[in-house]
């Protein structure tokens, strides 16, 4: 699990995220199986922001068979925020509003 969906939709590079010395390591993962999916299966993975801290960000997934409502896995991954010396920092405020917007709450 990713959080390079939300970037590219929310319109950040993940590469100049990169480039401004943020990291977004993995803190904690949990994910639910509901049906079962077959090797050769075309899946569709949808990734929405649960909650954004300056330094902390919760995505949410949901993994269904393409073309199909059947939910086949659900899950969460807590990301947090830190430099390159895996110390906690905050996200960028060129970050927040963009992540903010995708969101739909007011950066105000």
Not at 29 to 49: E, G, H, Q
Not at 63 to 72: A, C, P, Q, Y
Not at 79 to 96: A, F, N, T, W
């Amino acid at each position: 699990m990713s959080p390079g969906p939300d970037l590219m939709t929310s319109s950040i590079d993940a590469l100049a995220f990169h480039e401004e010395r943020r990291i977004l390591p993995v803190a904690e993962v949990k994910c639910r199986f509901k049906s079962p999916a077959k090797y050769d299966d075309m899946i569709v993975v949808r990734t929405r922001m649960l909650n954004l801290r300056r330094s902390l960000i919760h995505f949410g997934y949901e993994i269904r068979r393409d073309g199909e409502d059947t939910l086949l896995a659900e899950g969460e991954s807590v990301h947090i925020v830190v430099g390159p010396d895996m110390q906690r920092c905050s996200l960028p405020e060129k970050y927040m509003a963009p992540f903010t917007k995708a969101m739909g709450i007011s950066s105000q």
